[in-house]
């Protein structure tokens, strides 16, 4: 039933920016955990960042203080403000929701395939140098 839409991918050069933006399916009297993972061609899944149900944020080392995640003023949106983009930050782009209790993608950012987490098709992100 819960199905997730990201969208704002595109091509920029590096040190350009990109709001990349998500929907869920689902509105909710509770707020869970959301967030965002990537993948390169190649590559495993690697988390990137998430808000959980108190609005506390985690971020991947590689992209604290250049993205920022927040949730739109329907709890079933989000959006990953990305700045000063580098060419490793290529990938395509997940929108991740994590709707069991204890919200662990909010905390390891792993994200694994699980019953609980659900995710859309992705939107691709490069940039060049």
């Known amino acids: 039933q819960v199905q997730l839409a990201e969208s704002g991918g595109g091509s920029v050069q590096a040190g350009g920016s990109l709001r990349l933006s998500c929907v869920v399916s689902?509105?909710?009297?509770?707020?869970?955990?959301m967030g965002w993972f990537r993948q390169a061609p190649g590559k495993e899944r690697e988390g990137v960042a998430g808000?959980?149900?108190?609005?506390?944020?985690k971020y991947a080392e590689s992209v604290k203080g250049r993205f920022t995640i927040s949730k739109g003023n329907a709890k079933n949106t989000q959006y990953l403000e990305m700045n000063d983009l580098k060419p490793e930050d290529t990938g395509v782009y997940y929108c991740?929701?994590?709707?069991?209790?204890?919200?662990?993608?909010?905390?390891?950012?792993?994200?694994?395939?699980?019953?609980?987490?659900?995710w859309g098709q992705g939107t691709p992100v490069t940039v060049s140098s």
């Open positions: 689902k509105y909710t009297y509770s707020n869970y955990c």
């Open positions: 991740v929701a994590d709707l069991s209790a204890a919200g662990a993608f909010c905390y390891n950012l792993i994200p694994r395939q699980y019953q609980y987490n659900y």
């Open positions: 808000i959980d149900s108190e609005g506390v944020t």
